[in-house]
Protein backbone atom coordinates (compact mmCIF):
# COMPACT_ATOMS: atom_id res chain seq x y z
CA UNK A 1 0.00 0.00 0.00
CA UNK A 2 1.29 3.49 -0.94
CA UNK A 3 2.01 6.36 1.47
CA UNK A 4 -0.01 8.40 -0.51
CA UNK A 5 -3.00 6.00 -0.40
CA UNK A 6 -2.64 5.38 3.51
CA UNK A 7 -2.73 9.25 3.39
CA UNK A 8 -5.50 9.69 1.43
CA UNK A 9 -7.54 6.59 4.01
CA UNK A 10 -6.43 8.34 7.05
CA UNK A 11 -8.00 11.83 5.83
CA UNK A 12 -11.43 10.18 4.66
CA UNK A 13 -11.53 8.78 8.18
CA UNK A 14 -10.68 11.77 9.93
CA UNK A 15 -13.49 13.44 7.79
CA UNK A 16 -16.06 11.52 7.86
CA UNK A 17 -15.72 10.52 11.72
CA UNK A 18 -15.66 14.76 12.29
CA UNK A 19 -18.47 15.05 9.52
CA UNK A 20 -21.01 12.43 11.30
CA UNK A 21 -20.10 13.73 14.70
CA UNK A 22 -20.95 17.71 13.66
CA UNK A 23 -23.47 16.50 11.15
CA UNK A 24 -25.55 13.46 12.08
CA UNK A 25 -24.47 10.36 9.65
CA UNK A 26 -27.71 10.76 7.66
CA UNK A 27 -27.01 14.46 6.82
CA UNK A 28 -24.03 13.82 5.79
CA UNK A 29 -23.46 13.07 2.07
CA UNK A 30 -20.40 11.18 0.07
CA UNK A 31 -19.69 14.10 -1.66
CA UNK A 32 -19.53 16.83 1.93
CA UNK A 33 -16.94 14.01 2.99
CA UNK A 34 -14.75 14.30 -0.26
CA UNK A 35 -14.70 17.77 -0.01
CA UNK A 36 -13.59 17.77 3.26
CA UNK A 37 -10.74 15.03 2.64
CA UNK A 38 -9.42 16.40 -0.56
CA UNK A 39 -10.77 13.93 -3.01
CA UNK A 40 -13.64 13.91 -5.74
CA UNK A 41 -16.17 12.12 -5.92
CA UNK A 42 -14.88 9.18 -8.60
CA UNK A 43 -11.57 8.96 -6.07
CA UNK A 44 -14.06 8.22 -3.19
CA UNK A 45 -16.07 5.52 -4.64
CA UNK A 46 -12.92 4.04 -6.56
CA UNK A 47 -11.22 3.81 -2.65
CA UNK A 48 -14.47 3.47 -0.45
CA UNK A 49 -17.59 1.39 -1.52
CA UNK A 50 -19.89 3.38 0.97
CA UNK A 51 -20.18 5.73 4.40
CA UNK A 52 -20.08 2.88 6.04
CA UNK A 53 -16.91 1.57 4.95
CA UNK A 54 -15.07 4.98 4.90
CA UNK A 55 -15.40 4.84 8.69
CA UNK A 56 -13.08 1.94 9.21
CA UNK A 57 -10.67 2.62 5.98
CA UNK A 58 -7.79 2.66 7.73
CA UNK A 59 -8.51 -1.19 8.80
CA UNK A 60 -8.49 -2.03 5.34
CA UNK A 61 -4.54 -1.02 5.61
CA UNK A 62 -4.64 -2.30 9.32
CA UNK A 63 -5.85 -6.14 8.23
CA UNK A 64 -2.97 -6.15 5.32
CA UNK A 65 -0.48 -5.28 7.74
CA UNK A 66 -1.81 -8.07 9.91
CA UNK A 67 -2.01 -10.47 7.00
CA UNK A 68 2.10 -9.36 5.96
CA UNK A 69 2.91 -10.32 9.54
CA UNK A 70 1.66 -13.59 9.53
CA UNK A 71 2.81 -14.48 6.67
CA UNK A 72 6.18 -14.00 7.56
CA UNK A 73 6.25 -17.11 9.60
CA UNK A 74 3.83 -19.15 7.68
CA UNK A 75 5.47 -22.42 6.18
CA UNK A 76 5.59 -21.42 2.75
CA UNK A 77 6.93 -17.59 3.92
CA UNK A 78 9.90 -17.12 0.96
CA UNK A 79 13.41 -16.57 3.30
CA UNK A 80 12.57 -18.48 5.89
CA UNK A 81 14.50 -21.77 7.03
CA UNK A 82 12.79 -24.84 8.44
CA UNK A 83 15.13 -24.17 11.41
CA UNK A 84 13.81 -20.52 12.10
CA UNK A 85 9.93 -21.90 11.59
CA UNK A 86 10.48 -24.38 14.67
CA UNK A 87 11.46 -21.74 16.71
CA UNK A 88 7.91 -20.03 16.00
CA UNK A 89 5.24 -20.20 18.23
CA UNK A 90 1.53 -19.77 16.42
CA UNK A 91 -0.16 -18.73 19.58
CA UNK A 92 2.56 -15.91 19.79
CA UNK A 93 2.80 -14.67 16.36
CA UNK A 94 -1.73 -14.19 16.30
CA UNK A 95 -1.16 -12.10 19.42
CA UNK A 96 1.57 -10.46 18.13
CA UNK A 97 -0.77 -9.32 15.50
CA UNK A 98 -3.54 -8.44 17.69
CA UNK A 99 -1.39 -6.14 19.45
CA UNK A 100 -0.67 -4.61 16.10
CA UNK A 101 -4.43 -3.73 16.09
CA UNK A 102 -4.34 -2.59 19.84
CA UNK A 103 -1.14 -0.32 19.27
CA UNK A 104 -3.13 1.14 16.05
CA UNK A 105 -6.10 2.64 17.93
CA UNK A 106 -3.66 3.61 20.93
CA UNK A 107 -1.67 5.15 18.03
CA UNK A 108 -4.64 7.21 16.89
CA UNK A 109 -6.22 8.38 19.90
CA UNK A 110 -8.77 11.19 18.97
CA UNK A 111 -9.61 9.11 15.85
CA UNK A 112 -10.47 5.97 18.10
CA UNK A 113 -11.97 7.12 20.55
CA UNK A 114 -14.49 9.76 18.59
CA UNK A 115 -15.41 6.87 16.29
CA UNK A 116 -16.30 4.77 19.69
CA UNK A 117 -18.44 7.71 20.51
CA UNK A 118 -19.97 7.59 16.78
CA UNK A 119 -20.62 3.94 17.09
CA UNK A 120 -23.01 4.07 20.06
CA UNK A 121 -25.08 6.17 18.10
CA UNK A 122 -25.18 4.51 14.31
CA UNK A 123 -26.59 1.25 14.18
CA UNK A 124 -25.23 1.02 10.86
CA UNK A 125 -21.61 1.65 12.25
CA UNK A 126 -21.98 -0.87 14.57
CA UNK A 127 -22.83 -3.41 11.76
CA UNK A 128 -20.07 -2.54 9.80
CA UNK A 129 -17.41 -2.84 12.72
CA UNK A 130 -18.79 -6.79 13.44
CA UNK A 131 -17.66 -7.67 9.48
CA UNK A 132 -14.33 -5.77 10.04
CA UNK A 133 -14.02 -7.55 13.46
CA UNK A 134 -14.99 -11.30 11.43
CA UNK A 135 -12.12 -10.27 8.97
CA UNK A 136 -9.35 -10.38 11.45
CA UNK A 137 -10.49 -13.21 13.26
CA UNK A 138 -10.92 -15.24 10.26
CA UNK A 139 -7.16 -14.37 9.13
CA UNK A 140 -6.13 -15.55 12.92
CA UNK A 141 -7.80 -19.04 12.27
CA UNK A 142 -6.46 -19.33 8.96
CA UNK A 143 -2.85 -18.23 10.07
CA UNK A 144 -3.12 -20.83 12.97
CA UNK A 145 -4.36 -24.14 10.52
CA UNK A 146 -1.36 -23.46 8.39
CA UNK A 147 0.66 -23.48 11.46
CA UNK A 148 -0.13 -25.30 14.27
CA UNK A 149 1.00 -28.84 14.54
CA UNK A 150 -1.20 -31.63 11.92
CA UNK A 151 -3.19 -33.30 14.59
CA UNK A 152 -4.41 -29.86 15.97
CA UNK A 153 -4.82 -27.30 13.06
CA UNK A 154 -7.59 -28.32 11.45
CA UNK A 155 -9.59 -28.88 15.06
CA UNK A 156 -11.67 -26.40 17.01
CA UNK A 157 -8.25 -25.28 19.25
CA UNK A 158 -7.57 -22.89 15.72
CA UNK A 159 -11.01 -21.09 15.98
CA UNK A 160 -11.13 -21.18 19.67
CA UNK A 161 -7.91 -19.60 20.42
CA UNK A 162 -8.60 -16.65 17.36
CA UNK A 163 -11.75 -16.02 19.32
CA UNK A 164 -10.43 -15.58 22.53
CA UNK A 165 -7.79 -13.00 21.71
CA UNK A 166 -10.66 -10.81 20.02
CA UNK A 167 -12.77 -10.67 22.49
CA UNK A 168 -9.50 -10.17 24.91
CA UNK A 169 -8.84 -7.52 22.67
CA UNK A 170 -12.26 -6.34 22.68
CA UNK A 171 -12.21 -5.83 25.98
CA UNK A 172 -9.17 -3.94 27.39
CA UNK A 173 -9.80 -1.56 23.56
CA UNK A 174 -13.31 -1.05 25.23
CA UNK A 175 -11.48 0.14 28.61
CA UNK A 176 -9.31 2.30 26.96
CA UNK A 177 -11.56 3.91 25.01
CA UNK A 178 -13.82 4.64 27.94
CA UNK A 179 -10.71 6.04 29.53
CA UNK A 180 -7.77 6.53 27.02
CA UNK A 181 -5.10 8.11 29.97
CA UNK A 182 -4.57 4.53 30.56
CA UNK A 183 -1.78 1.94 29.96
CA UNK A 184 -3.89 -1.43 29.37
CA UNK A 185 -0.65 -2.89 27.50
CA UNK A 186 0.62 -4.74 30.14
CA UNK A 187 -3.39 -6.20 31.08
CA UNK A 188 -3.54 -7.35 27.58
CA UNK A 189 0.04 -8.99 27.55
CA UNK A 190 -0.92 -10.66 30.89
CA UNK A 191 -4.52 -12.03 29.07
CA UNK A 192 -2.76 -13.21 25.74
CA UNK A 193 -0.48 -14.72 28.14
CA UNK A 194 -3.48 -16.93 30.12
CA UNK A 195 -4.66 -17.97 26.96
CA UNK A 196 -2.05 -19.24 25.42
CA UNK A 197 -1.13 -21.16 28.41
CA UNK A 198 -4.92 -22.62 28.21
CA UNK A 199 -4.14 -23.41 24.82
CA UNK A 200 -0.89 -24.92 25.23
CA UNK A 201 -2.67 -27.50 27.99
CA UNK A 202 -6.10 -28.03 28.05
CA UNK A 203 -5.58 -30.15 30.94
CA UNK A 204 -4.43 -27.63 33.35
CA UNK A 205 -1.81 -24.96 33.33
CA UNK A 206 1.52 -24.75 32.74
CA UNK A 207 3.94 -21.98 32.63
CA UNK A 208 4.34 -19.50 29.99
CA UNK A 209 7.86 -19.92 28.43
CA UNK A 210 10.20 -17.05 29.65
CA UNK A 211 11.74 -16.41 26.08
CA UNK A 212 8.13 -16.01 24.36
CA UNK A 213 7.34 -12.76 23.68
CA UNK A 214 4.49 -10.91 21.68
CA UNK A 215 6.23 -7.01 21.56
CA UNK A 216 3.54 -6.06 18.56
CA UNK A 217 -0.93 -6.62 19.60
CA UNK A 218 -8.87 -10.19 19.52
CA UNK A 219 -11.85 -14.37 21.14
CA UNK A 220 -15.20 -16.02 20.07
CA UNK A 221 -15.32 -19.54 19.46
CA UNK A 222 -17.06 -21.10 16.54
CA UNK A 223 -20.88 -19.05 16.23
CA UNK A 224 -19.63 -15.93 18.66
CA UNK A 225 -19.76 -12.73 18.24
CA UNK A 226 -17.11 -10.30 19.05
CA UNK A 227 -15.06 -7.24 17.80
CA UNK A 228 -11.56 -6.39 16.98
CA UNK A 229 -12.39 -2.58 15.95
CA UNK A 230 -13.21 0.40 17.78
CA UNK A 231 -15.61 -1.23 20.15
CA UNK A 232 -17.29 -4.70 21.17
CA UNK A 233 -20.33 -4.16 22.51
CA UNK A 234 -20.99 -7.76 22.77
CA UNK A 235 -18.79 -10.72 23.67
CA UNK A 236 -19.94 -14.39 23.66
CA UNK A 237 -18.86 -17.68 23.22
CA UNK A 238 -21.01 -19.70 20.83
CA UNK A 239 -21.28 -23.67 20.61
CA UNK A 240 -18.24 -25.35 19.10
CA UNK A 241 -17.91 -29.01 17.90
CA UNK A 242 -17.64 -31.08 20.78
CA UNK A 243 -14.27 -33.60 20.70
CA UNK A 244 -14.98 -37.23 21.08
CA UNK A 245 -15.08 -38.45 24.63
CA UNK A 246 -11.98 -40.69 25.14
CA UNK A 247 -11.81 -44.23 25.71
CA UNK A 248 -12.58 -45.66 29.60
CA UNK A 249 -9.80 -45.58 31.14
CA UNK A 250 -7.51 -43.01 29.11
CA UNK A 251 -6.98 -39.18 29.28
CA UNK A 252 -9.28 -36.92 27.15
CA UNK A 253 -6.84 -35.30 24.61
CA UNK A 254 -8.64 -32.55 23.88
CA UNK A 255 -11.46 -30.13 25.29
CA UNK A 256 -14.04 -27.94 23.69
CA UNK A 257 -14.87 -24.87 25.54
CA UNK A 258 -18.39 -23.03 25.40
CA UNK A 259 -18.71 -19.91 27.73
CA UNK A 260 -21.10 -16.92 27.74
CA UNK A 261 -19.94 -13.10 28.86
CA UNK A 262 -21.48 -10.15 29.13
CA UNK A 263 -20.65 -7.45 26.87
CA UNK A 264 -19.20 -5.45 30.26
CA UNK A 265 -16.93 -8.16 31.19
CA UNK A 266 -13.38 -7.22 31.95
CA UNK A 267 -10.20 -8.58 30.37
CA UNK A 268 -9.54 -10.54 33.87
CA UNK A 269 -13.32 -12.11 33.94
CA UNK A 270 -12.80 -12.79 30.07
CA UNK A 271 -9.48 -14.68 30.95
CA UNK A 272 -11.28 -16.37 34.44
CA UNK A 273 -14.01 -17.49 31.97
CA UNK A 274 -11.68 -19.34 30.21
CA UNK A 275 -9.53 -20.88 32.31
CA UNK A 276 -13.17 -21.85 34.74
CA UNK A 277 -13.96 -23.76 31.55
CA UNK A 278 -10.95 -25.44 30.94
CA UNK A 279 -10.79 -26.51 34.58
CA UNK A 280 -7.03 -24.71 34.75
Keep these: ?14 AAIELFTRKGYEQTTVEDIADAAQIS ?8 RSKED ?3 ADHELLLDA ?6 ETRPAARGVTPEELENVDPYVEVCKAARLVF ?5 QRETSVARHRLLQDVPALRDRELVTT ?6 FTSYLRDTLPADTRHSTASVAFAASVVAVHNAILRRWLRDPDQDLRPELEEAFADLRRAA ?7 A ?3 TASTSPAPARTAGAESRVGTVGTEITAGEADRAAPAAAGTAPTRRVVVTVLDGDADPDEVAQAVRDALGA
Design 134 to 139: HRYERA
Design 41 to 48: RATFFRRF
Design 103 to 107: DHHVG
Design 66 to 71: VVVLLG
Design 208 to 210: EPT
Design 200 to 206: RNPAGPT
Design 54 to 56: VVF
Design 1 to 14: MSAARSNTHAQAVD
